[in-house]
């Protein structure tokens, strides 16, 4: 058993604290702020909640298969909807009754067209425009999720796990 000090409460520090501690190491984790989630959290500004850290994320993918594993209630998410995403001066992504456009559209998406007007705001809506493939394929196969807890939700997923298998945040 190793001791394991772990810097910063944010999703990827609560994460790696579960991974170590699972593997029976003793494990603390040190936060600079007063609140455990770093990115990952919300702030209410004039009656409105803003929202911070991950807005999307892949179906089966790390973040989904942690919340699963940690959790017996199941994580309540929804798909993007492309039918529903417009880009500006473009138009939807996926726009209902017109085939061709949206054969035109999955074709641009999936070659990584960097000229296409629709390709970039796809990229920009899956992954800050950092022009991961993966992101971009998942967002075409309806397997890019909204949290319907927000980030908040699932920082209390991690966190709670935490305090049951008594890791400390300091």
Known sequence: MARVLIVGAGLAGLSAAIDASAN????????RSKKVGGRGTSQNKENFSLTYGPHFFEKKGPLWQLCRRLSRRRFSSKSL??????????GMIRP?????RVI??????RQGD??????KGASFLSSWDSK?????KALLK???LVSNEGSIGLVG???AALDEIGVLVE
């Open 81 to 90: 909807r492309l039918d529903k995403v417009e880009v500006l001066g473009q």
């Open 132 to 136: 991961n493939q993966t992101r971009n």
């Open 157 to 159: 997923r991690l966190a």
């Open 104 to 109: 035109e559209n999955k074709t641009a998406i």
């Open 96 to 100: 209902i009754g017109n085939v061709s």
């Open 142 to 144: 309806s397997k890019l």
């Open 114 to 119: 960097s000229e296409n007007q629709i390709v």
């Open 24 to 31: 029976g190491h003793h494990v603390v984790v040190l936060e």
